[in-house]
């Protein structure tokens, strides 16, 4: 009966934002009226392998499982729509601290014009919560996969990474003189981080022929993209924008600033490739720096400051 | 690596089924042609809650965790359409345990017209499946709710009840005397439940006015379409329809086998109400029993054999 009862609760905190939604919670299934294309991607966060309840609050694990979803959403340049939440709960957590998770993921749905349509709620040894979500888009080429980088493109990247690394490092106890408000901003960027999910669609439509969110570190993302395109992506380490503060934790921490940015993972920046003559289109859509270029070949090549390659492993969320 | 080695043994094993699918596997979501309406339900199976390694195969698990999110599009009368894959494994399960799962879920697929068009795996705790099922329909009208339950319609459901629960009991090392055909359907019903889709389909266009699908048992499920239709709906116990073996299996284990066949859930049978003069073309859709009937009122009210009413609570799958 608890378990009746936290899922009314639940159902009474979240809202329909789209008049799409034809049938939602309380049915065997949610009923949406449907755009021509439909974007899905599932994703699960587990206790102790991609959050820790030391760190992070019930709201921000919430905000995680669904931020991330909606990531992928932002990769593809696909419109949110709809998110499907199963969450595992352990005797541990309290109907109150569930349903705590749940608003927070149907405040970050609100403000992404998401609907939190369909879930379920189980009981398990540890705490997961899986989200798969599902954007629309019109017409096939609105949308960008992983496999179209070309020899001669460019390769960039949206804001700044190795943040949600260094927030990790200042969380995890790391002590390293910093102000107050970078330190905030640091361990913000890891525990609340923000889908690119108006940064993808802009740069979709600029141009880009290829983009993957920055999940496991640029180092391995471009991996992914050089693999499925069948091309090489060459990244400039030095090129890589640190948030403010990464220098110095890194520093704090005996790491390379540069490789913490680009192994550390949980940016959620969107890393892409351009032609050249698309530049301009893709500097005005989005804030960007430009990392390196692709070349006929294969893999992922980072080159250090002297244009050495250097062999770094990405965080895998394994 | 070794995580990367089962994605790509796992995305070499599965097989894309409709040339409505533009992305799938590989990239950050996958894409979908879409259709109308899209119908769809999320169900996370979780070791040592919802299935034993004690009891279930690898295969047997995949195919279940498929097999329950499927229920529920047939519960709506949709068209399957695509599967969404959240696998957690704790290092006890080797790769080639996670993939016979895999391959026991694809086959249902396949059987199905089902293609696992996208997943995330990570490691964990304990074994735990989530999947996403996405359905479709051309028209709102071809679509089945809880809600549509009226006085006066009839409650029927399909096939057999109690299978599933008497399976159980067995593989638990009950001790009765069945013939090994028997027994051997008693578990199968367990191991491998049947989702109903072809049937949820056919009623749909025979006119049901609410349909779910049985997982909780009769008397909960019922106790769902009547609280959401706002109306009393009456099951009479005897007319349950026992599977084979259920009388004797539930006998040995001291219980009444109808109060057995209402409450063990996961038979994965469908639930349905219809109107009286819809009678025919609903026996001519599927292999039903008739119950009881709708009444004003609320909730479910199961009938014992002297008109008496029992007071009985499904399984819950918390």
Redesign the interface.
């Known amino acids: 009966v608890?378990?009746?009862d936290l899922i009314t609760s639940i159902e009474a905190a979240l809202e329909r934002r789209s008049d799409r939604l034809?049938?939602w919670v309380?049915?065997?299934?949610?009923?949406?009226?449907?755009?021509?294309?439909?974007?899905?991607?599932?994703?699960?966060?587990?206790?102790?392998?991609?959050f820790r309840r030391s760190t992070h609050s019930f709201a921000d694990i919430g905000h995680k499982a669904l931020a991330v979803a909606l990531s992928?959403?932002g990769?593809?340049g696909?419109e949110p729509g709809?998110a499907?939440?199963?969450v595992?709960l352990p005797a541990s957590v309290a109907d109150s601290d569930a349903l705590e998770l749940v608003e927070a993921m149907d405040s970050l749905a609100s403000r992404t014009g998401t609907t939190l349509?369909?879930?379920?709620?189980?009981?398990?040894?540890?705490l997961?919560v899986?989200v798969?979500?599902?954007?629309?888009?019109d017409d096939?080429d609105e949308?960008v996969?992983?496999?179209g980088a070309r020899p001669g493109d460019l390769v960039g990247v949206t804001g700044e990474l190795g943040g949600s690394g260094a927030g990790l490092l200042l969380l995890q106890g790391l002590d390293v003189s910093l102000d107050e408000d970078t330190v905030a901003a640091l361990e913000r960027r890891h525990l609340r981080p923000a889908p690119r999910l108006a940064e993808g669609l802009a740069l979709a439509r600029a141009g880009v022929t290829a983009?993957?969110?920055v999940s496991d570190g640029v180092a391995t993302d471009a991996e992914h993209v050089a693999r499925?395109s069948g091309a090489e992506l060459e990244v400039e380490l030095a090129r890589l924008p640190l948030a403010a503060g990464v220098e110095q934790a890194a520093e704090a921490a005996g790491q390379n600033p540069f490789e913490l940015a680009a192994t550390s993972g949980d940016d959620y920046e969107l890393l892409f490739t351009a032609p050249p003559e698309r530049r301009e289109q893709i500097e005005g859509a989005a804030g960007v720096t430009w990392l390196g270029e692709v070349r006929a070949g294969s893999g992922a090549v980072l080159v250090g400051p002297a244009g050495e390659p250097v062999a770094l492993r990405g965080y895998?969320?394994?």
Not at 26 to 50: C, K
Not at 117 to 126: C, F, I, L, R, T
């Open positions: 608890a378990e009746l034809v049938r309380g049915d065997d299934a949610a009923v949406v009226r449907a755009r021509n294309f439909a974007v899905t991607s599932i994703d699960t966060i587990v206790e102790d392998v991609h992928d959403l990769a593809m696909a709809e499907y939440v199963a595992v349509a369909g879930g379920d709620v189980v009981s398990g040894p540890a997961m899986t798969t979500v599902t954007g629309w888009a096939e949308l996969g992983r496999g983009m993957i969110d499925r895998e969320h394994a």
